[in-house]
């Protein structure tokens, strides 16, 4: 499995912005997605994920209520749509896929994309 995030960028505080995830290669309805980010420094924590087969989903605390996940199955793409955008919000943001099912240790994960910086200007 490969997976490439893209959709980060510069936007100000109040702002939105879409992270998108492609997923290539063989995908279950058991694997679990997540988004991550990281900030310089700091390790890396969870924001977002989603049950690839069931769509249910599940938030960090401090995300609850200002972003939503979403998959689309047949193109085999995740989605975070970012509202309210805090200048804390700023990070690197990663794409994972977990094959254990639900997970929101990144230890748990067994692939990751390549990262997508957000910077939200105060």
């Known amino acids: 499995v490969q997976l490439q995030a893209s959709g980060g960028g510069l936007v100000q505080a109040g702002g939105s912005l879409r992270l998108s995830c492609a997923a290539s290669?063989?995908?279950?309805?058991?694997?679990?997605m997540g988004w991550f980010r990281q900030a310089p420094g700091k390790e890396r924590v969870f924001v977002s994920g989603?049950?690839?087969?069931?769509?249910?989903?599940y938030y960090g605390d401090s995300v609850k209520g200002r972003f939503t996940i979403s998959r689309d199955n047949a193109k085999n793409m995740v989605y975070l749509q970012m509202n309210s955008l805090k200048p804390e919000d700023t990070a690197a943001y990663y794409c994972?896929?977990?094959?254990?099912?639900?997970?929101?240790?990144?230890?748990?994960?067994?692939?990751w994309g390549q990262g997508t910086l957000v910077t939200v200007s105060s």
């Open positions: 994972g896929l977990s094959r254990r099912g639900y997970a929101t240790d990144a230890n748990d994960y067994d692939y």
């Open positions: 290669g063989r995908t279950l309805s058991s694997n679990f």
């Open positions: 989603i049950r690839w087969g069931t769509g249910t989903t």
